[in-house]
């Protein structure tokens, strides 16, 4: 069946950084755009980034535009956040997810797999 | 970007009772919406997109409605399995964004 894996969650210090990993089977990689969620303790979702099924565009919500990376290895079927200068404000829980539609730019309809999470908690 | 207002933010209610939760972009949308329900500790899963389109396996009872700004997701009959947050996402724009979420509790 169609599963996503999140990995790579830890505990670090403020301005350190940390890759996060997300191993996905059971559908064709690569033919769908992923995403990052994440939710920070007791609040909402927040939509942190999107990549398309390609590589070929990466988009990323303001507050982690140049601090974070998303990029995928489609040969590997997995995707990764690259997450560098860590603050307090990025402790959270980060999904991984897929576009419900394959394509290019099919964003548009949501994403319908979830993986479980990993959590990250920045703190001194 | 698109700002997403969800209300109420809870609801108290009994099992089969009718729920009903609004969710307004700040700009028309179409029908880019799609809904989602969470339970603590797990993550979210997709109940509606397209505004108004169930995906695969969601019981009937759940329902979505709704055009350019304003949209509703209807619970008809509640089960005890539906006690949970629900969040409403618009995917007509980049950043996508999250409504802050309907927590449905027990009455």
């Known amino acids: 069946q169609v599963q996503l894996v999140e990995s790579g969650g830890g505990v670090v210090q403020p301005g350190r950084s940390l890759r996060l990993s997300c191993a996905t089977s059971g559908f064709t990689f690569n033919r769908h755009g992923m995403h990052w969620v994440r939710q920070s303790p007791g609040k909402g979702l927040e939509w942190v980034a999107m990549?398309?099924?390609?590589?070929?565009?990466?988009y990323y919500v303001d507050s982690v535009k140049g601090r974070f990376t998303i990029s995928r290895d489609n040969s590997e079927n997995t995707l990764y956040l690259q997450m560098n200068s860590l603050r307090a404000e990025d402790t959270a829980v980060y999904y991984c997810?897929?576009?419900?539609?394959?394509?290019?730019?099919?964003?548009?309809?949501?994403?319908?797999?979830w993986g479980q999470g990993t959590t990250v908690t920045v703190s001194s | 970007d698109i700002q997403m207002t969800q209300s109420p933010s809870s609801v108290s209610a009994s099992v089969g009772d009718r729920v009903t939760i609004t969710c307004r972009a700040s700009?028309?949308?179409?029908?880019?919406l799609a809904w989602y329900q969470q339970k603590p500790g797990k993550a979210p899963e997709l109940l509606i997109y397209a505004a108004s389109t169930l995906h695969s396996g969601v019981p009937s009872r759940f329902s979505g409605s709704g055009s350019g700004t304003d949209f509703t997701l209807t619970i008809t009959s509640l089960q005890p399995e539906d006690f949970a947050t629900y969040y409403c996402?618009?995917?007509?724009?980049?950043?996508?964004?999250f409504g802050g979420g309907t927590k449905v509790e027990i009455k």
């Open positions: 997810s897929r576009d419900k539609i394959s394509g290019a730019g099919t964003y548009f309809y949501g994403m319908d797999v």
């Open positions: 996402l618009q995917p007509n724009s980049l950043p996508l964004t």
């Open positions: 700009q028309g949308i179409s029908t880019w």
């Open positions: 990549i398309w099924f390609d590589g070929s565009n990466e």
